[in-house]
């Protein structure tokens, strides 16, 4: 089987948001909505204060609790894990963003753009079928099928890599297939400490944070 992974190292992230404009680039997503965010914490007390920035989105979980509320089935899971949304079949009533712990999922009703007007390239990228409907992050799944299509590797080709990962300055994103025992995110999650974001409630998520070594 095949069960498509992200892996952020919380050692690596420098906060530069360069994920998050890549996404929007690639995914033409309207102002205000960001499929992949990263976020700025602080924790410790003074004057052992800590930062962190830690990339989020959706998480697609082994156990979407977006999908179990969706009235119409639109939101589906495929067989490698990645959660999908039928914009034809999305009758935009946001249950499913009601229901996801990890705020990721919008919806935008009228289009918008980011100086009022939209430019040249705005017009181009425009997709009316996301409009009024749930949208999220997909990890690119688009990017994923054509280039398995072609006969490369997700998480190791480029053009079969989702947009986030191949721009993180840091290579602080990883993708590849966890059920693959020597692919890199398995790699990753073998060699160091990890963690899960509300993996309390049992959703499955399979974006996974590194944040230390692994025991010797």
Known sequence: MTKWTMVADLRRCVGCQTCTAACKLTNATPPGVQWRRVLDLEFGQ?????RVFVPVGCQHCDDPPCMDVC???ATRKRADGVVTIDYELC???????????????????????????????????????????????????????AGLAMGLKPGVDADATPACVNA????ALAFGDAD?????????????????????LGTGPNFHYLWDRGEA
Not at 46 to 50: D, N
Not at 121 to 127: A, V
Not at 168 to 171: E, F, G, N
């Open 71 to 73: 009235p119409t089935t």
């Open 91 to 145: 009758i935009g009533c946001a249950y499913c963003a009601v229901a996801c712990p990890y705020q990721a999922r919008y919806r935008t009703d009228l289009a918008s753009y980011a100086y009022g007007e939209a430019t040249e390239p705005e017009s181009q990228r425009l997709d009316p079928d996301r409009l009024a409907v749930a949208t999220k992050c997909t990890f690119c799944v688009d990017r994923i099928d």
């Open 168 to 171: 993180c300055i840091t290579q």
């Open 180 to 200: 693959d025992p020597q692919s890199n995110v398995s790699r990753l999650l073998a060699e160091n400490q990890h963690l899960r974001m509300h993996e309390e």
């Open 46 to 50: 003074y004057p052992e204060v800590q």
